[in-house]
């Protein structure tokens, strides 16, 4: 097979690889394609097996000889170690090892600087470990650690950061990168002048937590040979083991990682750690299985976040409702290490509106505080409320209608300076279904902040957009045993979404068996068969391309096999509900199980990813809608209804669509409502690290939720006419409630979550 040189876009980040083109990739999908299982709200497969506790997490896993591992973290948001004493904790019965900066050879993990630190330079950065008998034993033992710190000056907010005499965070400087990335096409001044209406805006958008259900964890074992195997709850096994083999030395094939079964990610697994490395430093000291789970504080002290950022924006528009510029200006408080993903806020400003002058300005600046990581539409989600409130400032201004501004102001083009176009764009038709959903011709004030009374209610709109066209790498392999059974590999994780259902539909489709007959292996990469991971939207419009070629590829094989056993001319047959027949001759008819029978060995049909098309881009789009009542005496916001409508091409299984919508919206309304990362400016100290003190919304804070698959079927972004739908659920709605919001009250309420205070004071200031 042919192997090219292709760019891939993830998340916002670009770069090169080679991959390998499949010779014989089969045709796209036809829009009217008549499909048997793809398409069906099918339950999940592994369903039961998840609420019967038979599940298999990286939690239960308990091995011959496994040890406790326990980490020591810094009390103090900066400081240096001056000294360890670990005598006390070694002299604890059950303690086996105790590792630090001074006794362990130094190992950086990207992103993230040296595992062990002798800077500290955010409230629980890794100062030492502890492996032991017990879970018990090990927290005893860090507890009996004794260190001298030498504090020092720290800084978290991302705009007195970059004051003169603020406190260094880090040697590079205080911005990554050394200072602000700019972009910008047209001339914002010439489009300020153009201008019939400006609207400027400051917003405060909050630091989140993942909250995830199974914490972070990982069982290291070193074999006899050096060889390292990690049980490790990750959205990619291959990820984790090449960030080892590189901290460790090794070449990757000395290097397992796998996962069975896993509780959420939403971006914060999806790589190498800093306690995948201790765990393993540990096993391998000790020459026993370790094992570490961290404890729920951890979780949200540790383990990244979405990053807090402060965002002025500027826009003017003509009275005929023509954008004439955007210019964005962000601050992102990038933690202690710059962060991932912390200059994409500008996105939504440059890519959502036909606009010709527009600006964005970002600084991702070093914070004393844990690095941010990657979180479910990372950037587009901190940067679409305060454009989307923005766009219905100036729509309210020259007396249009929200969505007709932005119908007005749609573009057809993926790159608006290199006029590339969208594979498909469903997002005239998510505004039209789910202003219909919501009522929003009866419902809107045309008037903003006109409902008569103190108790007030209104609607509101917001957009996205989200890079969801996959790509490669990712690999399939479909295996058709000698007794029959099939089994479908790749090292792809589910990651609590059910990717394990949407596959194996996707290959029984195209081998056209029985869904039941499929076995689906994956999550290990002792499997060969490689994919990249499940983050950035990426898993379904990646992976199920390979799957088909991988099934075309079997079913060939067989009926190639089949016309040699029984003297049949091979285009004469086909395969339909696992049985082999004869287009010509309706008696010939052979079950798969039988012929499998005769064959000396299983047949193996490979399957890869090509690269994207060259000449489209491939973008998910959507609307959501939302229906607030606000009470103007307390500030009291309600959401009484949400409607999500969503672009992502064809829906391999419609039931797990709106499951990813519904939880989607259960994040954007947490995000817009409720959840914030406090820490105490005087100490450092994250306050809210448990779920009693971080608001988390529940089952009974979350309103009336309809979700909408927009039929739209992209003919260009793949084989199977997919788009991601992981991230894009949760990113506009918080712009539909602060817009609902402003329609409610004529305020704008520009901090977030929309707490009473918050809600009270903003109606206050602007005399309501």
Known sequence: MPFVKTRVEIEGHVSEIIVEVPENEVEPWRPDEELRIVGQRIPRIEGVARVTGKAVYTTDVQL???????????????????????????????????????????????????????????????????????????RDAVAAIRVTYKPLPFVLDPEKALEPDAPQVHPDGKVLGGGPRIIERGDVAQGEREADVVVEETFRMPAVHHCCMEPHGCVAVWDTDDTLTMYDSTQSVTN?????????????????????????????????????????????????????????????????????????IRAGCKRDGTLTFIDLKAYVSA????????????????????????????????????????????????????????????????????????????????????KVPYSSKGLSQAYDLGAKAIGWAEKRRKVP??????????????????????????????????????ILQSAFNDIGEGATTAMAMVCAEELHVPLSLIQVRNGDTALGVFDNGTFGSRLTPSLTPAIRNA????????????????????????????????????????????????????????GFRGPNPSDYRVTAFGAQFAEVEVDTRTGQ?????????????????????????????????????????????????????????????????????????????????NNTN???????????????????IYNATGVVVTELPLTAARVLRALRAAGK
């Open 64 to 138: 011959p000889g496994m040890l406790w591992c326990k980490i020591l973290r810094s009390p103090y948001p900066h400081a240096e170690i001056v000294e360890i004493d670990t005598t006390e904790a070694e002299k604890i019965p059950g303690v086996v090892a105790v590792i630090h900066h001074g006794n362990t050879d130094p190992i950086t993990v990207s992103g993230q600087g040296l595992v062990f630190n002798p800077v500290l330079r955010y409230v629980g950065a890794e100062v030492a470990a502890v492996a032991a008998v017990s879970e018990h034993v090990a």
């Open 449 to 486: 902040g006109s409902d008569p009374g103190p108790v007030k209610r209104g609607i509101g709109v917001g957009s996205l957009i989200w890079g969801a066209g996959g790509g490669p790498p990712s690999a399939a392999n479909v295996i058709i045993n000698t007794d029959g059974s099939i």
């Open 335 to 418: 933690g202690a290490e710059g962060g991932r993903f912390a200059l994409n806020s500008g996105i939504p400003a440059r890519e959502m509106y036909l606009c010709p002058n527009v600006r964005t300005e970002e600084y991702a600046v070093y914070t004393n505080h844990m690095t941010n990581t990657a979180m479910r539409g990372p950037g587009n989600k901190e940067g679409m409320a305060p454009l989307e409130a923005v766009m219905d400032r100036l729509a309210y201004a020259i007396g249009m209608d929200p969505i007709e501004f932005r119908k007005k102001n749609d573009t057809p083009w993926g790159d608006q300076v290199a």
């Open 240 to 312: 984790v083991q090449s960030g080892l083999a590189g901290a460790f030395g090794l070449p990757r094939s000395k290097v397992r990682v796998l996962r069975e079964y896993m509780g959420g990610g939403f971006g914060s697994k999806t790589g190498l750690e800093k306690y995948h490395v201790i765990t393993a430093l540990l096993a391998r000291k000790t020459r026993q299985p370790v094992k570490l789970t961290l404890e729920r504080w951890e979780e949200i002290v540790t383990t990244g976040h979405r990053p807090y950022t402060v965002q002025k």
């Open 551 to 606: 099934a075309a590829d079997a079913r060939r094989q067989v009926l190639q096999a089949v016309s040699e056993l029984m003297d049949r001319d091979v285009n004469d047959l086909y395969m339909e509900e696992g049985v082999i027949r004869s287009r010509t001759d309706p008696s010939f008819a052979e079950p798969l199980a039988n012929v499998a029978r005769r064959f000396t060995h299983a047949v193996v049909g490979r």
């Open 722 to 740: 997919t788009k991601g739908m992981a991230e894009p659920p949760g990113i506009p709605t918080a712009a539909a409630i602060v817009n609902a």
């Open 637 to 717: 916001v309600r959401v009484l209804k949400l409607v999500a409508a969503h672009d992502c091409g064809r829906a391999i299984n419609p039931f797990l669509v709106e499951g990813q919508i519904h939880g989607g919206l259960a994040l954007g309304r947490g995000y817009a409502m409720s959840e914030e990362r406090v820490i105490d400016p005087n100490t450092g100290v994250v306050v809210t690290c448990n779920y009693t003190d971080y608001k988390l919304p529940t089952a009974i804070d979350m309103p009336e939720q309809v979700p909408i698959i927009v039929p739209q079927i992209d003919e260009h972004s």
